[in-house]
């Protein structure tokens, strides 16, 4: 007898192997969360309110920048897990080039804004503002190393990028603010921390050489596309939160406000399942077994957290903003779970979207927008729903939203799948 995989044992080695990689980046990506998440307790309670409202600002800027940080980690992910044959060092470095002229670019365009950044949030710390180009210059660099070690399914060092991400910023973030509170250390504590990953993917795809002046290009013109569709669904997943601001009153939009917590920890938590099978998505693409079993892990994640704000509503309160400020929020944490799985399923869609080069979903994500304002200002504004009725309503319609365009656009790449071999 030999000691070798036999046919019967090599999926149950396959599924061991996928549960390994899959905990090694979870759990990279889950402190990344988690200290992101420390940085920004650390500056509720080290600066005065006003500082920090213009920290808060200034992290959102850097939120809205950032999608072309993830375009060029997808279009790079997306070549690199379909290219076949020799050619891989080259094409790596055509991604990791590409990456470092959108930084330039990125960071030459904030510079020149940074009287408008001024004016708009209201900051006379220049400094401040000036950091915000080579933050932004290091974070769009680093999205072009996560696509390639993504790409090339590298998961241990895609994993220490992440990782690194979150201790940068809460080690050198954080720390800049316990030693000085001001918005000016914890700028300068976010710069020299979103430099950290670039060093350590710098070190991990050192001897990526040879590109040519075409593919560069091409990373670039995909790079666009793929911004294009994920920052459509970035503007549709963050919209609800100014229809309640204007739509509801002071005391509703703050209910609203505190239950979008849950909601984005519900769409951040399932994120490690899209990096995984991004590759092999576009490896295959139009698998629709392989797209439903993702969606499927990405939904049972989801059902998880619903039963849990379900059995522990009032935990859930206290730990995003306190049973005394947010109770009458506690029967409806449930809602805002639900919200956040749908958009996490839609993220998943529109991920193999960009692995399918389906043109059409940034269009669709877009007029799903333009219907969900319509419905809120017909709903809402008229006052047909008004109080914690107008809170819920507003939950349900962005939750019937994000699935309804999962389900188009889920069709439309099967359909792209069974009409492209006859093309």
Same mark, same amino acid.
């Given at each position: 007898m030999t000691s070798g995989t036999t046919p019967a044992s090599a999926p149950k080695a396959k599924r061991l192997a996928f549960l390994r990689r899959a905990t090694v980046v979870a759990v990279a990506m889950a402190i990344m969360?988690?200290?992101?998440?420390?940085?920004?307790?650390?500056g509720t309670h080290r600066l005065v309110p006003e500082q920090f409202g213009a920290l808060t600002a200034l992290l959102g800027l850097l939120l809205i920048g950032n999608v072309a940080s993830l375009g060029l980690q997808a279009a790079g992910a997306r070549q690199l897990a379909t290219h076949s044959g020799a050619g891989a060092q080259a094409l790596a470095d055509a991604m990791l080039k590409a990456g470092t002229r959108a930084a330039l670019g990125l960071t030459a365009v904030c510079l020149v804004l940074t009287p408008v950044f001024?004016?708009?949030?209201?900051?006379?710390?220049?400094?401040?503002?000036?950091?915000?180009?080579?933050?932004?210059?290091?974070?769009?660099?680093?999205?072009?190393?996560?696509?390639?070690?993504?790409g090339s399914k590298r998961w241990t060092e895609l994993a220490a990028v992440y990782l690194s991400t979150g201790v940068g910023r809460l080690v050198l973030g954080g720390g800049a603010l316990l030693v000085r509170p001001s918005l000016d250390?914890?700028?300068?504590?976010?710069?020299?921390?979103?430099?950290?990953?670039?060093?350590?993917?710098?070190i991990a795809l050192r001897g990526s050489t040879?590109?040519?002046?075409?593919?560069?290009?091409?990373?670039?013109?995909?790079?666009?596309?793929?911004?294009?569709?994920?920052?459509?669904?970035? &503007?549709? #997943?963050?919209?609800?939160?100014?229809? %309640?601001?204007?739509?509801?009153? *002071?005391?509703?939009?703050?209910?609203? =406000? +505190?239950?979008?917590?849950?909601?984005?920890?519900c769409l951040f938590l399932p994120q490690f399942v899209i990096v995984l099978v991004f590759p092999t998505l576009a490896q295959s693409p139009g698998d629709t077994l392989r797209?439903?079993?993702?969606?499927?892990?990405?939904?049972?994640?989801?059902?998880?957290?619903?039963?849990?704000?379900l059995i522990l509503p009032d935990l859930v309160v206290a730990i995003i903003g306190g049973k005394e400020k947010y109770?009458?929020?506690?029967?409806?944490?449930?809602?805002?779970?639900?919200?956040?799985?749908?958009?996490?399923?839609?993220?998943?869609?529109?991920?193999? &979207?960009? #692995?399918?080069?389906?043109?059409?979903? %940034?269009?669709?994500?877009?007029? *799903?927008?333009?219907?969900?304002?319509? =419905? +809120?200002?017909?709903?809402?504004?008229?006052?047909?729903?008004?109080?914690?009725?107008?809170?819920?309503?507003?939950?349900?319609?962005?939750?019937?939203c994000a699935l309804l365009l999962s389900a188009g656009l889920a069709a439309g790449l099967r359909r792209q799948a069974t009409e492209s071999p006859q093309a």
């Open positions: 969360n988690v200290a992101a998440y420390g940085f920004t307790l650390i001024m004016w708009l949030l209201h900051i006379d710390s220049v400094v401040s503002i000036l950091l915000l180009a080579p933050t932004l210059g290091c974070l769009t660099v680093m999205g072009s190393q996560l696509g390639v070690l993504q250390a914890a700028m300068i504590g976010l710069a020299l921390g979103a430099a950290v990953p670039v060093v350590i993917g710098r040879g590109a040519t002046k075409n593919q560069i290009k091409e990373v670039l013109r995909e790079t666009v596309h793929g911004t294009h569709t994920l920052l459509a669904f970035f &503007a549709l #997943a963050n919209a609800d939160v100014l229809f %309640a601001r204007a739509l509801l009153d *002071g005391t509703d939009s703050g209910y609203y =406000a +505190a239950g979008v917590i849950i909601a984005k920890a797209l439903r079993k993702a969606i499927a892990a990405v939904g049972g994640l989801g059902v998880c957290t619903i039963i849990g704000t109770a009458p929020l506690g029967p409806y944490t449930w809602l805002f779970a639900v919200a956040g799985s749908a958009y996490a399923v839609l993220q998943l869609v529109v991920y193999a &979207a960009i #692995a399918q080069q389906e043109k059409r979903a %940034a269009l669709g994500i877009w007029l *799903g927008l333009v219907v969900l304002a319509v =419905a +809120a200002a017909i709903i809402l504004g008229t006052g047909t729903a008004t109080g914690l009725d107008g809170v819920k309503v507003l939950a349900a319609m962005t939750s019937t």
